[in-house]
């Protein structure tokens, strides 16, 4: 597993299957956030990494979505780490195989029912922070997709909103996407936000993203409408 400091307070993990899959680890003044949990082989090195960086005790695991290469190392650091772990309460009913993902014939649990603690919401949907991490709905690629803003250090985590090509904001994996229209317009939040950095689970970081955000639009609309 190779490790990367993202910013001050952000590290990155990365495997690989086929495809690289990152994680992240985000250091608070109490003790550390995991965002997401990857795959099951990630967990032993994760565990490894957090007691090596000495930044305090692993407090919560939060998810961008509830794929199986985003939620697999759940159950082993479970088995250590008595923690909470949480997603977009539109979310978890997939992931416990309530429901199929949209694009898929059968319904799979990815995680034990029960499991998963859903954000809170004030009366404008505004969803709850984790630390100095704030979620942002970006439904699209999964249905409760979101991404995470650390403000200070001006970085998005955005799971699989994008993925990455030679430094530049690429489509999320289509054939895993449940609606590329809608992930286009949540890619929008880089506008809002205008992060100096954005991090994806498959591929490299992108700086200044919101500099590419129109261009990216406008191409993944075309190649829609080319393939329509």
């Known amino acids: 597993m190779k490790i990367d400091q993202v910013s001050d307070h952000i590290w990155s993990l990365k495997t690989w299957m086929l495809i690289p899959i990152h994680v992240w680890v985000v250091v608070e003044e109490n003790g550390v956030t995991l965002v997401d949990a990857g795959l099951s082989s990630m967990a032993k090195g994760i565990l490894n990494f957090i007691e090596q960086l000495n930044a305090g005790p692993l407090k919560r695991i939060v998810l961008t979505h509830g794929h199986s290469d985003h939620v697999g190392a759940i159950k082993r650091i479970l088995k250590v780490k008595t923690v909470p772990v949480f997603a977009h309460r539109i979310e978890i009913p997939y992931m416990e195989g309530d429901y199929p993902y949209p694009g898929r014939k059968k319904a799979t649990a990815s995680v034990k029912k029960g499991l998963i603690h859903s954000f809170s919401e004030d ?44 430094g ?61």
Do not use: W
């Open 168 to 228: 530049k904001l690429h489509k999320p994996i289509p054939m895993f996407t449940a609606d590329m229209n809608q992930a286009v317009k949540s890619s929008r939040v880089v506008s809002q936000l205008k992060p100096e950095r954005l991090e994806v689970c498959h591929g490299k970081s992108v700086f200044l993203p919101a500099d590419q955000i129109d261009e990216y639009i406008d191409n993944t609309r075309y190649e829609s409408m080319m393939k329509g």
């Open 123 to 166: 009366e404008n949907k505004n969803l709850q922070t984790f630390g100095s991490l704030t979620p942002f709905f970006t439904p699209g690629h999964s249905p409760g997709h979101v991404a995470f803003f650390h403000h200070e250090d001006r970085v998005l985590l955005a799971g699989d909103l994008f993925t990455s090509k030679k």
